[in-house]
C-alpha cells in the first residue's frame, strides 16, 4: 500500500513540475506577443505622426482609391481635438451678477427689518400683523427676485436665513401656540425651506 502511495505520489509531482513548465513557458509567450503588439502599435502612431507632419492628406486615400469607412473613423478619431473629461474640468464660479446680489441684500434687509420687530414685540396683535407682512413677502419673492427657479429658491434661502438670524423659530412657535392664523401661515412657508436645506 505505501508504494502505491509513494509512485502516486511521484507521479503527482512529475504532472506539476510539467505544469509549472507549461505555465513558465505560456508566461514568456504571452510577454513575448505583449511586446510585439506594443512596438505595433508604437510605430502606427510614428507612422502616422510621420504622415501628418509631411502633410499627407487625411481625407484623401492613396492612389485616389476611396478610403474604407473604417479608416475615415480612425482619421475622425485622431484629427478630433482631445476634450478632457467632465471629471477632470474645474468647476467655473456662477456669476451671478451685481443686480442678483443686489436684490438679494434688499430682501434680507427687508426680511432682518420684519423679523427684528417681530422679535422685539410682544403685543400678540402686533406679532400677528408682522406675521401677515411676513407671510405676504414671501408670497412676493417671485415678483421680487425674478421667475426663474434658481432665483426663487434662492430668494427663500435668504429669507429664512433672516428669519434663522432672528432666532425665528422660537417667535414663530411662540405665535402659534397663541393660535394665531397668520403665525401658522407663515409657519407653513418657512419650515419646509429650513429643514430643506
Known amino acids: ?10 507521479l503527482l509531482g ?3 513540475a510539467v505544469g509549472a513548465v507549461l505555465l513558465l513557458a505560456l508566461y514568456f509567450y504571452l510577454q513575448h506577443a505583449l511586446a510585439q503588439q ?3 502599435k ?3 502612431v510614428a507612422k502616422k505622426k510621420k504622415q501628418d507632419d509631411a502633410g499627407v492628406s487625411n481625407n484623401s486615400a492613396p492612389d485616389g482609391v476611396a478610403a474604407s469607412s473604417e479608416e475615415r473613423r480612425r482619421k475622425q478619431v485622431v484629427q478630433s481635438p482631445t476634450r478632457p ?3 477632470h474640468t474645474p468647476l467655473q464660479p456662477l456669476d451671478r451678477g451685481r443686480e442678483t446680489i443686489k436684490r438679494e441684500a434688499d430682501l434680507k ?9 417681530l422679535q422685539a414685540s410682544t403685543d400678540a396683535e402686533e406679532r400677528s400683523k408682522l406675521c401677515s407682512e411676513a407671510s405676504a413677502m414671501y408670497d412676493s419673492l417671485e415678483k421680487r427676485m425674478g421667475s426663474g427657479m434658481a432665483s426663487l429658491t434662492s ?3 435668504v429669507f ?11 417667535v414663530l412657535r411662540e405665535c402659534k401656540d397663541s393660535e394665531d392664523s397668520n403665525a401658522a401661515a407663515l409657519v407653513e412657508r418657512v419650515v419646509p425651506i429650513i429643514f430643506s436645506t
Open 1 to 10: 500500500m505505501a508504494s502505491t502511495l509513494l509512485s502516486f505520489a511521484k
Open 14 to 16: 512529475i504532472a506539476c
Open 38 to 40: 506594443h512596438k505595433r
Open 42 to 44: 508604437l510605430a502606427r
Open 85 to 87: 473629461s467632465p471629471s
Open 109 to 117: 434687509r427687508d426680511a432682518l427689518y420684519i423679523f427684528r420687530r
Open 155 to 157: 430668494g427663500r434661502i
Open 160 to 170: 429664512c436665513n433672516a428669519l434663522m438670524e432672528c432666532g425665528g423659530l422660537d
